[in-house]
Nanobody
């Protein structure tokens, strides 16, 4: 699986944005997918994850209720809808795949569990 993120940009506080991740490769449908972000001077942090089927999701407390992750396995796409954006959401957003997932695997929030990473897309929220 190879991943390519897109859709970032400069927005104002309160605005919405959708970032996308295009996957190539036959293992996409068997991978748990996650979105992470990294702000300058900070560690990479988990934002959201989605199960292989898309039926289960997990969010960090900081984005719960504002962000929505989804996937389209037919198109090999993962999306992150970002609503009610805040300046503290400013970061590079990365999509990642846990390609060794099995049916009972949980959605991990630890970046070291994800073995495939995209290049990242910058989201900047001005106040």
């Amino acid at each position: 699986v190879q991943l390519q993120a897109s859709g970032g940009g400069l927005v104002q506080a309160g605005d919405s944005l959708r970032v996308s991740c295009k996957a190539s490769g036959s293992t996409f449908g068997r991978s748990i997918m996650g979105w992470f972000r990294q702000a300058p001077g900070k560690d990479r942090e988990f934002v959201a994850g989605v199960s292989r089927s898309g039926a289960s999701t997990r969010y960090s407390d900081s984005v719960k209720g504002r962000f929505t992750i989804s996937r389209d396995n037919d198109k090999r796409m993962v999306y992150l809808q970002l609503n009610s954006l805040k300046p503290e959401d400013t970061a590079v957003y990365y999509c990642a795949a846990y390609s060794r997932a099995i049916l009972t695997s949980p959605i991990y929030d630890a970046p070291e569990m994800y073995d495939i990473w995209g290049q990242g897309t910058q989201v900047t929220v001005s106040s």
